[in-house]
């Protein structure tokens, strides 16, 4: 990172609605590093040590049964963080984070994380308003699944992650996008295929670009709706406050 007297920009929304003091606070500690493909961040109920402000990519919040069975909870690119159970007083989680899609981030120790943050009021906020945002995509994520079909449930979900990604590019596998809308692998490729024949994606070999967003936004259920009139709160108004 440079000089902390002119201020940059982190490609973060979290970290760059915070005012200069924060700024100045968070500058010095903060660590670039690349997040590959795969990488688990933080494991199921192991000690949070580092918390991350994704800039690029994104990071799946994944719930893992004891057979090995994996379902998404939610998502976070460069809107947020992961590392919420700190802010709640909590070492761990029973889920875990990893990288869905390739990028970058900020690192900062959780011990100074939890040190700025008994700082600065406003990241407290500023927190506690992407905590909440979380809460919500959750809510919708376990109605979803429950209730809408393959078709808009995935609809949702790559919405979603152009969403945090800020790119119409996706690199992602049929088996990615089955295990996090919790299908099976025949049915998400099936869907792929008419999602594509209709112009709305095109999907290559660990690809797949949105080419008709609108055509997406009419095909996904009503979840998705509700999760971006959230987040559109958060990013325009709760950030600003």
Partial sequence: MSNPEKREIFHNYLLDSLPLRDYKLLWPKLEEVELPHAA????IREPIT??????????????VTPLGEEIEMGVTGNEGMAGIPLFLNEGGAPWQVQVQIKGQALRL???TFLEILNQSATLQKRVAAFTYLKIVQLS??????????????????????QDCTETSELLLTRDVLAQMI?????????VTGELQSAGLISATRGKITILDRKGLEATACDCYRLVKQEFNHYINERLRS
């Fill in 182 to 190: 919790g299908s099976g692998r025949p049915t998400v490729s099936l």
């Fill in 50 to 63: 580092e918390v991350y402000f994704p800039t690029a990519g994104l990071l799946s919040w994944v719930n």
């Fill in 40 to 43: 688990i961040l933080h494991g």
């Fill in 140 to 161: 919708q994520s376990v109605l979803c699944n429950r209730f809408h079909r393959v078709e808009e449930r995935l609809c949702r979900w790559l919405l979603a992650a």
């Fill in 109 to 111: 120790e959780a011990d």
